[in-house]
């Protein structure tokens, strides 16, 4: 578990015995995984790259689609192709730009509110997200919140190789590293908040004891009325 969480340079409240998991994209921020793979092709040192990588990202998207609602394994190891032979420090340099200029103008309002209250309920905060974790780790410290679960990219000689670490932080797999994270950290699940945007995070959502569904696309936001989930609104 440790090879996939982080500790972020927020602070909390002593431990409530319980978490708040959020997913990222579309829950706490307006954007996705295409956006910050787009933003990371447009800014390569090459010029010449830059085009062709986001002509062929932007070419990608139809496939991307595709394959998203077919299998979120492989859309991840599709789109996280794209980084094969960037180097890792200038990946740290784009995470920190990626952060101010898509992330933090498109972070939802409610966002901060949401995440106050957990630090107010004592609760252990974590932003679980197939986004990588050098993009994901501003925003956790933007927010205050203390800990991250991602992926992460896979380098040799500090160059992507395009693959990530295993394990993945996608789908059903997300619902075995939170239940390892609140072992690891003797919390409650039951106890325990999770908050998502979207239909395919409904594995997370139901392995807590207070799941609600944020900004919800239509099939979670009839799942969450069937089930009597809070439908919360962050924009």
Do not use: C
């Not at 090879?3 to 994209?25: L, N």
């Amino acid at each position: 578990m440790s090879s996939v969480v982080h500790k972020s340079a927020g602070s909390s409240q002593a431990a409530s015995g319980a978490a708040a998991f959020y997913d990222m994209d579309g829950t706490l921020v307006r954007t996705n995984l295409v956006h910050s793979f787009l933003f990371t092709t447009w800014n390569d040192p090459s010029v010449v790259q830059a085009v062709g990588k986001t002509v062929l990202g932007l070419a990608k998207i139809p496939a991307f689609w595709a394959v998203d609602k077919v299998d979120r394994v492989q859309f991840n190891e599709m789109l996280f192709q794209g980084y094969k032979g960037a180097f890792r420090d200038r990946l740290l340099e784009y995470a920190d730009e990626h952060f101010e200029k898509v992330l933090k103008p498109n972070i939802f309002p409610g966002a901060y509110e949401l995440v106050e209250t957990g630090h107010k309920k004592g609760l252990k905060q974590v932003i679980v997200s197939g986004n990588l974790d050098m993009m994901v780790q501003p925003l956790a410290d933007h927010l205050g919140i203390e800990h991250i679960i991602t992926n992460r990219l896979e380098f040799r000689d500090e160059i992507a190789t395009g693959r990530l670490m295993p394990p993945l932080v996608v789908g059903a797999n997300k619902v075995r590293l939170m239940q390892e994270y609140a072992l690891k950290h003797e919390l409650n699940m039951t106890k325990s908040y999770a908050f998502s945007d979207s239909f395919s995070d409904y594995p997370m959502l139901s392995v807590v004891g207070r799941p609600a569904a944020v900004n919800p696309d239509r099939k979670l936001k009839r799942t969450a009325r069937s089930f009597n989930w809070p439908v919360l609104d962050l924009s």
